[in-house]
C-alpha cells in the first residue's frame, strides 16, 4: 500500500526558511506529480506548487513564485518543498499529495498527513 | 486564475437527509471539477473528480454533477461519518489549481 509520509511540525522564526519533506513508502516514483497544498487556521486549501518527479519538472503558483522551491530525491523516493523568507501568515498545514493515476485532470488521490508549520518570534 | 465559489458556506442536516452543495467557477471548466472531504484534523480525500465520477471506494450516495460553470454534490441518507467540511477543485487549469473555500456540513 503506498503512502505518502511527510517530516513532523517545525516551529520557524520569521525571515527563515523551511523545508517539508514527502516520502513515497511501499512505491517508487512513478510519473504522477507531486503536489504541495497549503491549509492555514480555520481556511481552506491553497495550491503551492508541483513537481514530476521522474522529470523533475516543476511549477509554482504565481503568488509563491520565488519564495517556494519544490524538489524530489527519487533514490529515497522523496519529495521537498521549500519555503524561504517566511512571514507570520505562513503559518499553515502544509500537505504534499499526488495526481491521480488517471491523470492531472483528476484530482489528487492520496495525500501525506499533513505537516505543521509555525511561524513565531 | 479561476475562481471557485461554493455555496452555502456551512449547512446542518440530519442523518438520513439529502443535502447537495454548489460550485460555480468563475469561467468554463468543462467537467474538470473535482470533489473532497475533510474530517478535522485530517487530510482531504477525493471523493469525485471529472464532475461526476466516483472515486474507488466512495460510498454510492455521494454523486456528483454539472458541467461548464455549475457543478453540484449531493450526497443522499446521510450517515454519521459524513458530517465534515467538502471542497470543490478546479482542474482544468491544470497545473494551476484552485479550491473553493469549503462548505461545511454539520449535524442539526
Known amino acids: 500500500q503506498v503512502q505518502l509520509v511527510q517530516s513532523g511540525a517545525e516551529v520557524k522564526k520569521p525571515g527563515s526558511s523551511v523545508k517539508v519533506s514527502c516520502k513515497a513508502s511501499?512505491?517508487?516514483?512513478?510519473?504522477?506529480?507531486i503536489n504541495w497544498v497549503r491549509q492555514a487556521p480555520g481556511q481552506g486549501l491553497e495550491w503551492m506548487g508541483r513537481i514530476i518527479p521522474i522529470f523533475g519538472t516543476t511549477d509554482y503558483a504565481q503568488r509563491f513564485q520565488g519564495r517556494v522551491t519544490i524538489f524530489a530525491d527519487e533514490s529515497t523516493n522523496t519529495a521537498y518543498m521549500d519555503l524561504s523568507n517566511l512571514r507570520s501568515e505562513d503559518t499553515a498545514v502544509y500537505y504534499c499529495?499526488?495526481?491521480?493515476?488517471?491523470?492531472?485532470?483528476?484530482?489528487?488521490?492520496?495525500w501525506g498527513q499533513g505537516t505543521m508549520v509555525t511561524i513565531s518570534s | 486564475d479561476i475562481q471557485m465559489t461554493q455555496s452555502p458556506s456551512s449547512l446542518s442536516a440530519s442523518v438520513g437527509d439529502r443535502v447537495t452543495i454548489t460550485c460555480r467557477a468563475s469561467?468554463?471548466?468543462?467537467?474538470?471539477l473535482n470533489w473532497y472531504q475533510q474530517k478535522p484534523g485530517k487530510a482531504p480525500t477525493l471523493l469525485i473528480y471529472g464532475a461526476s465520477s466516483l472515486q474507488s471506494g466512495v460510498p454510492t450516495r455521494f454523486s456528483g454533477s454539472g458541467s461548464g460553470t455549475d457543478f453540484t454534490l449531493t450526497i443522499s441518507n446521510l450517515q454519521h461519518e459524513d458530517f465534515a467540511t467538502y471542497y470543490c477543485q478546479q482542474s482544468y487549469s491544470t497545473p494551476r489549481y484552485t479550491f473553493g473555500q469549503g462548505t461545511k456540513l454539520d449535524i442539526k
Open positions: 499529495a499526488r495526481d491521480a493515476d488517471y491523470g492531472p485532470h483528476a484530482g489528487f488521490d492520496m
Open positions: 469561467q468554463s471548466i468543462r467537467t474538470y
Open positions: 511501499g512505491s517508487t516514483f512513478s510519473s504522477n506529480a
